[in-house]
């Protein structure tokens, strides 16, 4: 079974910036799609940002020119970068596939402050 963890989280203010890291224990992002996802307190949990196994991408409305996802398969790694933050981006950040297939992980904690 492949491990994967994300790091990164934090606390920032509005307009801040954080990226973070969904690490895994072997190559896995040539095989599928993969994605970021965020839940914020008291709603449900919601597609980021996907990049296709070819390393096409595409994020959500909401954070379209602010947020990139990326992949480094050297190191086995998927990273979000997060520009101008908001607020309402306050979240638990998580990684999976872009079908949500595996089980969650612990995530990350994302909270910006206005």
């Not at 909401?62 to 990273?79: L, Q």
Request: net charge positive; with cysteine.
């Amino acid at each position: 079974q492949v491990q994967v963890v994300e790091s990164g989280g934090g606390f920032v203010q509005a307009g801040g910036s954080l990226r973070l890291s969904c690490a895994a224990s072997r190559s896995i992002f040539a095989i599928t799609a993969w994605a970021w996802y965020r839940q914020a307190p008291g709603k449900q949990r919601e597609l980021v940002a996907t990049i296709s196994r070819l390393g096409s991408t595409n994020v959500e409305d909401s954070v379209k020119g602010r947020f990139t996802i990326s992949t480094d398969r050297a190191k086995n790694t998927m990273y979000l970068q997060m520009n101008d933050l908001k607020p309402e981006d306050t979240a638990v950040y998580y990684c999976n596939t872009a079908t949500a297939s595996r089980q969650w992980g612990q995530g990350t904690q994302v909270t910006v402050s206005s």
